[in-house]
């Protein structure tokens, strides 16, 4: 593991498109240790160019230098595509001639498909499509690896080591990707979702709107502080709070009632059904 982290230590990256996604990676790999002096990502527009050059990496900005893309991909060992789903196959088309033969492009992309990757890039170029999430950029991420035919188990090895110093790696068959991507790709934002609702649900009791988002807000926090441990049980820590004929036990009875581990499940089927429809409508 030593000799891993000595390896991917000198890796050259780029970042293609380094919005709320790739930015995460980003973050979560230099706070793990990387030489920002290594990494070069690209932007659009310059907005947000200051705050990423802050974090000593090289950004180049395609409105400024129609090249900027192919410059950061040429030389880099890995390649990360972190535009919109819709962008995906037209930046592997501009990026294809700077490519080195064995520079591994990964995507972040939702629904985009290895075969749809593969097809605009050279032949036997190595792709990845992940699915990332955002807390990677705190160090707590999950990430879902699959490795199209043409990359090497070494490669698969880097890549994943890149992303276990801020979370933990899955790698996968592709077609569990949309469900995969349905629970932890998209899960951040049930957890804010809940968050929100909790602090909504303290103002209607009464609280000052104020303290209400902080209790909801270090909740939440606090749970998923200890469902980080990986023995972590999450029915078992919520029968731990649940005091028979407690107040908890009302609350969940509610939740019970109103059926909503069943409308998780159905909003998790949607995640998943989208995705299955945006690989028809863009990979
Ligand atoms: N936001 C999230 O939590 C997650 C997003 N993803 C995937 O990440 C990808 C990006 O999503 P976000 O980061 O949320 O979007 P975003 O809009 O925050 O980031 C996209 C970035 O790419 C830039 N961009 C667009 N076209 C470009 C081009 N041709 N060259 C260089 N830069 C370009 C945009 O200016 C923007 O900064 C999507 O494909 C999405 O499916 C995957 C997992 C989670
Ligand atoms: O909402 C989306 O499409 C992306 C993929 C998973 C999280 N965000």
């Known amino acids: ?16 498109g380094t919005g709320s996604m790739n930015g995460a990676i980003l973050r979560g790999i230099i706070a793990s240790g ?8 690209t932007l659009r527009s310059d907005s947000r160019a200051a705050e990423l050059r802050e974090l000593g990496v090289n950004v180049l900005v395609g409105a400024e230098d129609p090249q900027a893309n192919s410059t950061a991909a040429a030389g880099a060992d890995v390649v990360f595509l972190g535009v919109k789903p819709v962008g995906i196959t037209a930046l592997c088309d501009e990026i294809s001639a700077a490519l080195d033969p064995a520079s591994v492009v990964v995507s972040v992309a939702a629904a985009i498909t290895l075969e749809s990757m593969v097809a605009h890039l050279p032949a036997g170029q190595p792709v990845i499509r992940s699915m990332p999430n955002t807390p990677l950029m705190v160090g707590a991420g ?15 090895d ?5 992303f276990a110093g801020s979370g933990d790696v899955h790698v996968i068959d592709e077609e569990q990707q949309n469900a995969l991507s349905a629970i932890s790709g998209s899960g951040p934002a049930y ?10 649900a303290g103002v209607a009791l ?6 209400s988002i902080a209790l909801a807000r270090a909740t939440v926090a606090g749970a998923g502080k200890m469902l980080a441990d990986p023995q972590a049980d999450p029915a078992a820590m919520r029968r731990a709070v649940t005091s028979p004929k407690g107040t908890t036990e ?7 009632e109103q059926g909503i581990p069943q409308i998780i499940k159905d909003g998790t089927a949607a995640a998943a059904a989208r995705a299955a429809q945006l690989s028809e409508e863009v990979g």
Request: hydrophobic share 55%.
């Open 250 to 256: 009302r609350a969940i009875a509610v939740y019970d």
């Open 206 to 211: 009464g609280l000052d709107e104020k303290l």
């Open 191 to 200: 957890a804010f979702y809940l968050a929100e609702a909790m602090a909504n």
């Open 158 to 162: 880097s890549v994943s080591a890149l």
């Open 142 to 156: 999950v990430v879902g690896l699959s490795p199209a035919a043409s990359v090497s188990q070494a490669q698969v």
């Open 34 to 41: 990387h030489d920002p002096k290594l990494i070069t990502a």
């Open 1 to 16: 593991m030593e000799c891993m982290s000595e390896a991917i230590n000198n890796l050259k990256l780029a970042f293609l």
